[in-house]
């Protein structure tokens, strides 16, 4: 399986998915971050063990949940690596959750992402003999400033930056951490099994879908149990929670993949490249909301969605702030192209 091929996907899926989670935040789950995390979490560990056993069917010519058991904690310290791999990518999720609770535009979410390669590559430094270079600092200065400008000229202005700030670096660090993790774990377990990349991801996968699944916890709150009562009385919300879940789930389950094929880094920097189509379709909302705005509607309507026009006030930009969006943009990803 081409690493380059599942890792690019992963990257497309992810976008679609933050641009989608934003208006679900703001109709559905009525600002509530609870409820998403619980749904994410639950459901797409789910649906990613029934994607895993579908794995297992077509790779046949292995024998997988016989070597799964080699990785339980008895026999291995492996499966529990997955497993916190797993439990930093859900709580990763509950930041990003967070930070649409606070009113934070998609574009943001998604550059705090974009910024995680930044963060991977540290942490290998501790764990390899790889030696910064001055392209290196170079990368990360224009990343940075790159970040700055776009958060600076794309957050709700009538949120309080250190209120955004925790959830962002929740996205960034828990995020950055469960790749590592599953970086270095899978080889690992390539060694141990003596088996492919591929073989190797799928096997581990039933672990990381087991610490995936954290946000079951939040069933003791009040608000998550009065979601699970009411669901059920709408169908097409039903749907539109399997088909957000499925894209959300196939955006870890072929990052696995990319993971076991490339380098944790450069994983992350394809994966980052999902600010491009999320801004894009920031672009989009934002011609919804004036649209909304000049006809003096209260509510805007975007295909399934119907959000309250004050919710979407972070995207009344003007076309000056909207360039520098996109010259900053432009920075951020020359910071990541340039990363050696």
């Not at 943001?108 to 974009?114: E, H």
């Not at 001055?134 to 600076?152: D, K, M, N």
């Not at 880094?265 to 705005?293: K, M, P």
Request: charged share 15%.
């Amino acid at each position: 399986m081409s690493g380059y091929i599942v890792t690019i996907l992963s990257s497309v899926l992810l976008g679609f998915t933050v641009a989608i989670d934003k208006l679900m935040m703001g109709d559905f789950y009525n600002g509530s971050t609870r409820t998403p995390w619980f749904v994410s979490s639950v459901f797409g560990a789910i649906l990613g063990l029934i994607a895993t056993f579908f794995g297992w069917i077509i790779f046949s010519n292995i024998d997988p949940s016989t070597l799964s058991l080699k990785l339980l904690p008895v026999k291995s310290w492996l499966g529990l690596m997955m497993v916190a791999a797993g439990l930093m990518a859900s709580l990763s999720i509950r930041s990003y959750f967070k930070c649409f609770g606070e009113q934070a535009v998609p574009t943001t979410v998604a550059i705090a992402i974009t910024a995680t390669p930044v963060l991977v590559f540290s942490l290998e430094l501790f764990l390899s003999d790889t030696d910064w270079s001055l392209l290196h600092i170079v990368s990360v200065t224009v990343t940075i400033l790159g970040l700055a400008g776009l958060e600076y000229f794309t957050e709700n202005y009538e949120v309080p930056r250190w209120s955004i700030l925790p959830q962002l670096l929740g996205v960034l660090v828990f995020g950055a951490v469960y790749v590592v993790l599953i970086d270095q774990t899978l080889p690992a377990i390539e060694n141990l099994l003596s088996i492919g990349t591929t073989e190797a991801a799928l096997i581990a996968m039933p672990y990381y879908w087991a610490g995936f699944s954290i946000g079951i916890v939040c069933i003791a709150t009040k608000e998550v149990r009065e979601f699970l009562q009411s669901v059920w009385k709408q169908k097409e919300f039903i749907i539109l929670i399997l088909v957000l879940e499925i894209l959300g789930m196939s955006f870890f389950f072929f990052e696995i993949f990319g993971l076991a094929e490339l380098n944790a880094t450069l994983v992350s920097l394809i994966v980052g490249g999902n600010v491009i189509l999320v801004w894009v379709l920031d672009q989009i909302i934002r011609q919804y909301y004036r649209h909304a705005c000049a006809v003096d509607k209260k509510e805007v309507e975007i295909c399934f969605f119907k959000i309250k026009t004050t919710d979407l006030k972070a995207y009344n930009k003007t076309n000056q702030e909207i360039i520098l969006q996109i010259i900053f943009i432009a920075l951020v990803l020359t910071g990541i192209v340039i990363w050696p």
